[in-house]
DNA sequence: CTTATATTTTACTAATTTCTGAAATAACAG
DNA sequence: CTGTTATTTCAGAAATTAGTAAAATATAAG
């Protein structure tokens, strides 16, 4: 396994976006690895081509895994583990977003239920309005998700190009 | 200053999910803050409300001035600078969002157009098919977003909420 | 000007996160 | 079993980021 110049270009720089994301630089190059990988890799592949510890690899790939970005799949006659990740875009930009919101978003609408509860005559009229109107606005935000999330890949396609048009629309 | 329970449960939990946006907990704090605070609120005040450091809250103020999330106000008769943030969650969605496109998406998308552009024969045509495929995915995505972005208010709700029946057109 | 107050910069400390190398564990082949 | 290869765990080193306190700068009042 050798990259070629753009290739590494690509994963050197998908692993500094990588921090810009919540994710670290190992755990986003080995995912631009991966996604541009033709077979899938071994671990020892993987940290050879990236030049980090075997372990460093060991538990990128198990965070990768679990924000489902990575699977682990089996070559016959080669007992050690290879990785390989989805290579259509829009399927990582589903998981992505999905992962995002969950760490994102969620526990802030948690505690604002929270909050708008428990808020009282104490805290100021204005205050427990905006809390709520953040609330609410959220919880807008996360219907649509709900709603576009399942969409067949050509569903979320059209309803993303709608907003193309949504400024003539509008008038 | 002083905040009641409820609105220093929420200060704090901005605080912590600033870390899982790109901003640090002091940063996050601060805005929530001045996102709660009914007047505008000097520097002093909220070192003494966060207790923080004094030089903390300047260089924090000054990040999200630099965001476009916070501004400096006058007040007659007091020498000191004033600070308010957006009361407005829309508001400040709008600023976020653009602000990590900024940061999270242009840079991508310059990198993959010269990847496209540069990518030869020496790189293997699925890679190069890949690339293409995330570029031009992004690219739709940018365009919906400038299109998007750009709408009042009201418009920019009316799309989101096509979304809550995209299901149910999709059929 | 001089002094008092407000703010920013800077050099340093503290905290957190990432990464490594070694040891432990697991899985298999002979 | 025993030895070999693969993988994970874990304690600590290295790197990064956040936060502080003090010094430097700026601003306005008298």
Redesign the interface.
Known sequence: MKL????E??VL??GE?GG???VNRTVSQIHALL??S?APLTAEEIADVLQVARSNVSTSLRELQSWGLVKMVHITGDRRDHFEAH????EI?RVVVEERKK??ID??LT??R??TT??GN???K??RE??Q??LA??E??T??YD??H???DA?L???????????KL?R
């Open positions: 070629t110049p753009v290739m270009r690509f720089h998908w976006m810009r994301w919540g996604y541009l033709e290579h259509d875009v829009r930009f760490r994102e526990p802030t505690l604002l929270a909050c428990e808020a104490e805290t100021p204005a205050v905006r809390m109107n953040t606005f959220m807008l935000l219907s649509v709603e576009v399942q969409l067949p569903g396609m059209a309803w993303l190009k709608t907003g193309l048009k949504a400024r509008m």
